[in-house]
C-alpha cells in the first residue's frame, strides 16, 4: 500500500505544536512522567557504564525540554552535552526557559530532524520520545539508517514506535484543539524492530506499553553493533 502523506506535513506539523504547545504539555509533559524516566534511566545505566567523564546525546522532538532533556542535562557524571531537536518554535522558547541553568552543555536546534547531519561515531546516544512517530515511514526508515552511522560502536539509541502498522493517519483536531492538525505513521512492533536491525541495532529492551489515554507504543533501546 503507498504511504499516505499529506501535502506540506512539516510545516503542517510544525504550525500545530506552534498552537498547541502549552495544551500538550500539560497532556503529555509532566516533571515526573514515569513512563518516560523509567527508560531514559534504563538507558542511562548503559550510558554510565561506557562513559567515565563526558557523553554527547541527540534528543529528537525535545519539546519543552521536560522531563527528557532537564533528566539528562542534571546527570553530574558522566557530564552529557545535548544537542536537542525539535521542529517547533514554540516548544524550544520553552524549553530556553526551562533549560536555562544548563546552557553550558546544551545546543538547541530548530527544525526538521531529517535535515540533521553528525559525523560519523561522534555520538553516545539519540533518543526520541513521541517523535519519529511523526515521519512517514520513508523518513523513518532513512532516520535510523542515519543514526546508526553517527552513533559510536556501542552507542545506544531509546525510542518509542507504535505498535500497529499504519501507512499514514491524520487528526484534524487532536487534543481538541482547532489548529492540532497532526499526522503520525508506522510499520508496527514487528517492522520498527526490523527498521533498527537492518540499521545494524541490536536490541537490548522490547516492551509494549499503552500510555493513559494514549496509543499502544513498543519502546525499544538498542545499542550499535560492530567496529
Known amino acids: 500500500m503507498a504511504e499516505h502523506v499529506p501535502d506540506n506535513v512539516k510545516a ?35 550510558l554510565k557504564a561506557n562513559n567515565d567523564y563526558s557523553a ?3 534528543e529528537l522532538g525535545c519539546g519543552a525540554g521536560v522531563p527528557a532533556t532537564k533528566h539528562l542535562l542534571e546527570v553530574e557524571r558522566p557530564v552529557i552535552h545535548v544537542t536537542g531537536n525539535d521542529l517547533s518554535t514554540s516548544q524550544l522558547d520553552l524549553a530556553r526557559k526551562n ?7 546544551l ?7 531529517m535535515a540533521l547531519s553528525f559525523p560519523e561515531q561522534t555520538l553516545d546516544a ?21 543514526i546508526g552511522s553517527w552513533l559510536k560502536p556501542d552507542g545506544l539509541l531509546l525510542a518509542n514506535f507504535a505498535v500497529d502498522d ?4 491524520v487528526e484534524e483536531q487532536w487534543l481538541g484543539e482547532d489548529k492540532g492538525w497532526m499526522y503520525w505513521s508506522a510499520f508496527g512492533e514487528e517492522g520498527s524492530v526490523k527498521m533498527l536491525e537492518d540499521a545494524g541495532l541490536e536490541i537490548l529492551v522490547r ?15 538498542a545499542k550499535k553493533t560492530g567496529a
Request: no cysteine; glycine share 4%.
Open 207 to 221: 516492551e509494549t506499553k499503552q500510555v493513559e489515554g494514549d496509543a499502544n507504543f513498543v519502546w525499544l533501546l
Open 126 to 146: 539519540v533518543t526520541g520520545f513521541y517523535s519519529i512517530i511523526h515521519l512517514p515511514r520513508e523518513e523513518q526508515t532513512q532516520l535510523v539508517r542515519n
Open 107 to 113: 545546543t538547541l536546534v530548530e527544525g526538521d530532524m
Open 166 to 169: 499504519s501507512d499514514g493517519h
Open 56 to 58: 554527547s546525546v541527540l
Open 12 to 46: 503542517r506539523l510544525k504550525s500545530s505544536y506552534d498552537a498547541i504547545a502549552d495544551t500538550y504539555n500539560a497532556n503529555f509533559t509532566k516533571p515526573d512522567d514515569p513512563v518516560r524516566l523509567h527508560y531514559l534511566n534504563l538507558l542511562l545505566s548503559r
Open 99 to 105: 533549560l536555562a541553568e544548563y546552557d553550558d552543555h
